[in-house]
T-cell receptor, first 118, second 113 residues
Framework: DTGVSQDPRHKITKRGQNVTFRCDPI?????LYWYRQTLGQGPEFLTY????????KSRLLSDRFSAERPKGSFSTLEIQRTEQGDSAMYLC????????????????FGPGTRLTVL | AQSVTQLDSQVPVFEEAPVELRCNYS??????LFWYVQYPNQGLQLLLK??????LVKGINGFEAEFNKSQTSFHLRKPSVHISDTAEYFC???????????FGDGTTLTVKP
């Protein structure tokens, strides 16, 4: 078990460009979360998947953001037409709640992808 | 809606001194509470969690926290800190089910020699 991995670790882009981040969760974890963390603040929930189904999206997530988890394993987060306000650390976490639908699960976080929009 | 307030943005302390990082939450339902630590350029690592049962929860690295329902608090404590405890600490609350967490803005703990 190698933990949650994210790629790339750093991304610098120009305003208006599209970017895509990848998250590989811990194998066999059925839940996957995306959070955004800006300087001086805690992580903010963006969206989460249970298997391949995207079950919830934050109202913070504008229509420029899209996330997928096509086979219930890795996930991608795409930001279209990036803006300077998108600069942040994007964190992915995974967890397993098999058989405990109403119980909170321990989320294991990846190292994050730091996005800088110039 | 749930929310978390970490009452101190920065806590400087000398090595081997005790420390308390304060966290208050608000929620309309029963909650589950967590403390995470984040070292520079790393992801978050779970220190401890309260789900139910005993209100005193012990975690890794000698940390513990006490759930106080009447005061809606979940303060983190350590009796003697080390230089290596210097990091950002986040309190989080979950209402269960979906499992998503709401985080506070963090407390920077700086341990000085």
């Amino acid at each position: 078990d190698t933990g949650v991995s994210q790629d790339p670790r750093h991304k610098i882009t120009k305003r208006g460009q599209n970017v895509t981040f990848r998250c590989d969760p811990i194998s066999e974890h059925n839940r996957l979360y995306w959070y955004r963390q800006t300087l001086g603040q805690g992580p903010e929930f963006l969206t989460y998947f249970q298997n391949e189904a995207q079950l919830e999206k934050s109202r913070l997530l504008s229509d420029r953001f899209s996330a997928e988890r096509p086979k219930g394993s890795f996930s991608t987060l795409e930001i279209q037409r990036t803006e300077q306000g998108d600069s942040a650390m994007y964190l992915c976490a995974s967890s397993s709640n098999w058989g405990r639908e109403n119980s909170p699960d321990t989320q294991y976080f990846g190292p994050g992808t730091r996005l800088t929009v110039l | 809606a749930q929310s978390v307030t970490q009452l101190d943005s920065q806590v400087p302390v000398f090595e081997e001194a005790p420390v308390e990082l304060r966290c208050n939450y608000s929620s309309s339902v029963s909650v589950y509470l967590f403390w995470y630590v984040q070292y520079p350029n790393q992801g978050l690592q779970l220190l401890l969690k309260y789900l139910s049962g005993s209100t005193l929860v012990k975690g890794i690295n000698g940390f513990e926290a006490e759930f106080n329902k009447s005061q809606t608090s979940f303060h983190l404590r350590k009796p003697s800190v080390h230089i290596s405890d210097t990091a950002e600490y986040f309190c989080a609350v979950s209402e269960g089910g979906a499992g998503k967490s709401t985080f506070g803005d963090g407390t920077t703990l700086t341990v000085k020699p």
